[in-house]
């Protein structure tokens, strides 16, 4: 070797080591100038303005907490003592939680020295330890109180409105009425609500001690007080995620059933006409270009909301996915096994169906079962926007903004359906084509 | 049968000729049987198949709001309905694209931005959660169990509690879409770096290369075809499901889809436009990523 013949590799050389360096720069210094751009495009400057942090807080504690309301008011003079303030969640008349005492002046302990009483003619007493006592009368529309003029900021006033918030617990003043939030760890009610005999019984208790309904059985009338819960809804919950695995499972398989003989319209093996090749393939295009979300819409329109809509809108997508893969493995067929078969004198028909169709159907499954699994996380999400399933219910819980236990429970019940339906599919899987490894 | 094998010379001809006919009855009678066997088997799954889907075909239609046989006829009312005002419009739908396309470019920028933040946090996880590569060994259980839990949930779910938190707008759909997405490439990614060659990184790491430097030099050049394609991939279910959380609140031209279709007959012009901005750009991606995905795949055929 000489120099002369070294230089051009050298130039060649240098010169694929500069392009190197300028992808190997250039593309990081793009993604930066790309997301600078969306800092200001999204405006995460400006996030920290627009979050609300109350909201935070309220969904951090309560999705883990309960409260019980104690509730007066001040027009009747009646209290009411409720699970998360709501109606089926009622103690019964002449019940009362046990940090409730007192007839004519009913005094709640709150803990840690904090005490609420409510005293005749709509006045209120609150005592929080290191502060002076406040004292609020409710005057039809108005409140009049004995509050300092700068206040903590755990307090809120205006003569409309008094606003308290503890470590122990939250208490709300209005002319109207005057509640206070007592905040306990837990899901409560989570099996029984309180008009059900089983309620604060333990398992044991519930399974071998005495009969507790005089007219049912324990077990069955316990299995049947906590599915028809009124304030969990257990039976409502399980039928919404069985809509949502139907969702799925219909129109995955229904999607499978429809792609398939078409899949054999798109393979150019199978089809020698072009013009009915292509348009089957545009066919499958278009289905998947609208996607799910339109095809959402658009049946909504026609049939309601419902499970029914969200299977349709996942069937006809998904017979576009389908179909694009499944011809796409037909193509791919060895033609040695179809000369086999065809060999022995079969006719067409027998050819796919032994010379083909054992070839496709590994590809095929593992498809189709894994977007079983894929498309149980959609059908909650469809089900969010034609109201069906788990998403609707998921939706509904959020929207209220206050039931965030159920809104956790439901979270924790959808992360587990799609990971038992991962769980499931794969299982299937290796049942029927055998391990991926 | 068997003996027959052993014995030598004629004696053999003579075993298989008067013995022969009998064993293929045998192997016969015993396959029929096995094929009827199989046969009954693929029937009654078959069987059980099509009651399944019969029966959660009528469960699903019964807890539909509008039946199915009753609803069929009026699939292609809604969409003429917007057809027809569309084309009687159609003068105006270029101004009304235009209107919308911002509305699409956040869209697509949601899309975009979660692919990237994804497929930065997917690379992490799988590097960490696989045999043989992973820095903390002992936690490889550990960061599979984070991606499988990252991967079940919804982009709906993290985006309905982000709105909440952070009020509407692209933030809440970026966030969810990129956990998600993470979670997604995690495990594909991780299966593609099983199968790397650990020869790179022994090298590197006998130069005293720290396990960053390990993976950034010798793993990532080994596999980043396939991270490419399968991001490619990824980006393409992005838009789709950033259009979806736009529908729910999350900005972008879902949030307009939702808003236009609630203005009803009048209006169809409008959601019109955003059906076809959508469609066309779905198509557009998906095209433009099948092909460079093919580009990507048939380079490391060869």
Do not use: C
């Not at chain 1, 200001?40 to 019980?68: C, E, M, P, Q, Y």
């Not at chain 1, 909301?305 to 011809?327: N, V």
């Not at chain 1, 067929?333 to 010379?355: C, M, N």
């Amino acid at each position: 070797m000489t120099a002369t013949d070294l230089s051009p590799t050298k130039q060649e050389a240098d010169k694929l080591f500069q392009r190197k360096r300028l992808i190997g720069f250039g593309i990081p210094a793009v993604v930066f100038a790309y997301l600078v751009y969306i800092f200001f495009a999204f405006d995460i400057s400006g996030l920290a303005g627009r979050a609300n942090l109350d909201n935070a807080v309220t969904l951090a504690s309560d999705s883990w907490s309960h409260k019980i309301h104690v509730t007066r008011d001040n027009r009747s003079g009646e209290i009411t003592y409720a699970f998360e303030g709501e109606r089926k969640g009622r103690y019964p008349a002449g019940q009362r939680p046990d940090w409730v005492s007192g007839d004519e002046i009913i005094e709640i302990d709150l803990g840690a020295d904090h005490v609420v009483r409510y005293l005749p003619e709509n006045r209120t007493e609150i005592e929080v330890p290191g502060f002076p006592k406040i004292e609020v009368q409710a005057e039809g529309r108005s409140l009049t109180n004995n509050l300092p003029d700068d206040l903590p900021e755990w307090i809120s006033a205006s003569n409309r409105r008094i606003g308290i918030t503890t470590e122990e617990g939250r208490i709300t003043l209005t002319g109207a009425r005057t509640e206070v939030f007592n905040y306990f760890p837990g899901w409560e009610l989570f099996w029984f609500t309180l008009d059900s005999p089983y309620y604060g019984h333990s398992i044991g208790s519930i399974l071998f001690g005495e009969r507790l309904d005089p007219a049912r059985s324990n077990i069955t009338g316990a299995v049947s007080d906590w599915w028809n819960n009124k304030m969990w809804r257990h039976k409502d919950v399980a039928w919404a995620i069985g809509e949502t695995i139907l969702m799925a499972f219909l129109g995955t398989m229904g999607a499978a059933m429809l792609a398939l003989p078409l899949a054999f319209l798109a393979a150019k093996r199978f089809t020698p006409i072009l013009l009915l090749r292509a348009v089957t393939r545009r066919l499958f295009d278009f289905v998947r270009g609208v996607d799910a979300l339109i095809w959402t819409v658009v049946l909504a329109r026609a049939f309601g909301p419902g499970p029914l809509t969200g299977t349709l809108a996942i069937l006809i997508t998904d017979t576009g996915t389908f179909g694009k893969t499944f011809s796409e493995a037909l193509e791919n067929v060895d033609q040695k096994q179809i000369e086999g078969v065809s060999s022995t004198g079969a006719k067409p028909l027998q050819r796919y169906r032994f010379g083909v169709i054992p070839q496709v159907v590994p590809v095929l499954l593992a498809q189709i079962l894994y977007f079983l699994e894929s498309n149980t996380r959609s059908a909650t999400i469809i089900g969010a926007i034609t109201g069906g399933g788990i998403g609707l219910m998921l939706t509904q819980a959020i929207q209220t903004q206050k039931d965030w236990e159920e809104v956790a429970y439901y979270i924790v019940l959808i992360i587990v359906m799609v990971m038992f339906m991962d769980w499931f599919s794969g299982w299937l899987r290796g049942k029927l084509i055998g391990r991926k490894d | 049968m068997p003996a027959g094998i052993f014995v030598s010379g004629d004696r053999m001809a003579d075993i298989s000729l008067s013995g022969g006919p009998r064993a293929v009855d045998n192997i016969q009678s015993s396959y029929l049987e096995q094929v009827q066997r199989r046969r009954l088997y693929g029937g009654l799954t078959l069987l059980i198949f099509i009651v399944l889907m019969a029966a959660g075909f009528n469960v699903a239609d019964s807890r539909n709001a509008g039946g199915f046989w009753d609803g069929l006829h009026q699939i292609g009312d809604y969409p003429s309905e917007v057809l027809s005002e569309a084309w009687d419009k159609r003068a105006d739908l270029p101004r009304l694209i235009a209107k919308y396309f911002p509305a699409l470019v956040e869209t697509i920028n949601i899309a975009a931005v979660s692919t990237l933040i994804g497929v930065a946090g997917g690379i992490i996880l799988s590097l960490l959660g696989t045999r043989g590569l992973a820095k903390w060994p002992r936690l490889i259980p550990l960061f599979r169990r984070i991606s499988d839990i990252m991967r079940a949930v919804p982009e709906i779910v993290i985006a309905l509690v982000l709105i909440f938190i952070l009020g509407g707008g692209p933030v809440p759909a970026m966030i969810a879409i990129s956990i998600h997405t993470a979670g997604a490439l995690a495990k594909m990614f991780s299966e593609v770096a099983e199968n790397a060659d650990l020869k790179p990184v022994e090298g590197l790491s006998s130069t005293g290369a720290t396990w960053s430097q390990r993976m950034m030099l010798g793993v990532l050049p080994q596999v980043a075809p396939n991270y490419v394609s399968y991001s490619l991939l990824r980006f393409e279910i992005n838009i789709r499901a950033s259009a979806i959380l736009g529908f729910v609140g999350a900005g972008g031209i879902g949030y307009e889809l939702r808003n236009a279709m609630g203005w009803g007959a009048g209006r169809f012009d409008e959601a019109a436009a955003i059906f076809i901005l959508l469609f066309s750009t779905i198509v557009f991606f998906d095209q433009v990523s099948s092909r460079y995905r093919n580009r990507l795949t048939e380079g490391q055929g060869q």
